[in-house]
C-alpha cells in the first residue's frame, strides 16, 4: 500500500484532525513510499526503532511518537533517533490522544474489551474528547476473576483495595 494512502485511511479511522494533542499526530516522519509492514509499539525511542528494523517494517505506529512539546535541537541522543527513521526512511506515526479515545480500537476500549466489559460511555475529557471508557458486566465478575484477567492482559497488580463488593458490575 502507498504510504499516503495508509495515512490518509488511519488520519480519518483515528479522527487525527479532530483531537487535539500535545504535539503533532499522525505521520511524524516520512519514510519509503510502499508500506508492505506496520510494526506496533508503545514509543518510538531507538529500541523500539531497531526492532522495527529488525522485523522488517516500513512504518512505526506508535502511541508515544517523537514530538512533544516545545520543539528541540535535533542533537545528542534525540538527534541519533531522527537521523535513524531517516537513514532507515522508516516511517513514524503516532497516534496519542486520538487511540485513547477511539471507541473500537483505542487503548481503554481494547483493556474494557479484555477485562470482559462492555463500554456503556466515556468519561474525563482532555482537550474536549472523553479518553476514559466506563466498561460495564452486566450480570457482575467477582473482583478476583477482573484481577486475574488484568493480569493476564497487562500485568502484576501492585495493589487491590477489596474493601467493596466482591461482584464488580462498573469499572
Given at each position: 500500500m502507498h504510504r499516503t494512502e495508509l495515512v490518509n485511511y488511519l488520519d480519518g479511522y483515528l479522527r487525527i484532525a479532530e483531537i487535539r494533542d500535545y504535539g503533532p499526530q499522525g505521520l511524524q516522519i516520512e519514510g519509503r513510499d510502499e508500506v508492505r509492514k506496520i510494526v506496533g509499539t508503545v514509543d518510538a525511542q531507538m529500541p523500539c526503532l531497531e526492532e522495527a528494523l529488525a522485523r522488517g517494517g516500513d512504518l512505526l505506529l506508535v502511541h508515544h511518537g517523537i514530538f512533544w512539546g516545545p520543539p528541540q535541537p535535533i542533537a545528542g541522543s534525540y538527534g541519533r533517533l531522527v537521523r535513524g527513521y531517516l537513514q532507515a526512511e522508516l516511517s513514524l506515526y503516532a497516534a496519542h490522544l486520538a487511540l485513547d479515545a477511539h471507541a473500537e480500537v483505542g487503548n481503554n476500549a481494547e483493556l474494557a474489551r479484555r477485562l470482559g466489559l462492555e463500554v456503556q460511555d466515556w468519561f474525563a475529557p482532555i482537550n474536549?474528547?472523553?479518553?476514559?471508557?466506563?466498561?460495564?458486566?452486566?450480570?457482575?465478575?467477582?473482583?478476583?476473576?477482573?484481577?486475574?484477567?488484568?493480569?493476564?492482559?497487562?500485568?502484576?497488580?501492585?495493589?487491590?483495595?477489596?474493601?467493596?463488593?466482591?461482584?464488580?458490575?462498573?469499572?
Open positions: 474536549g474528547v472523553k479518553l476514559g471508557a466506563i466498561g460495564v458486566a452486566h450480570h457482575g465478575i467477582k473482583l478476583s476473576y477482573l484481577v486475574d484477567r488484568f493480569e493476564q492482559n497487562v500485568g502484576p497488580v501492585k495493589l487491590v483495595q477489596a474493601h467493596g463488593a466482591r461482584l464488580v458490575h462498573r469499572v
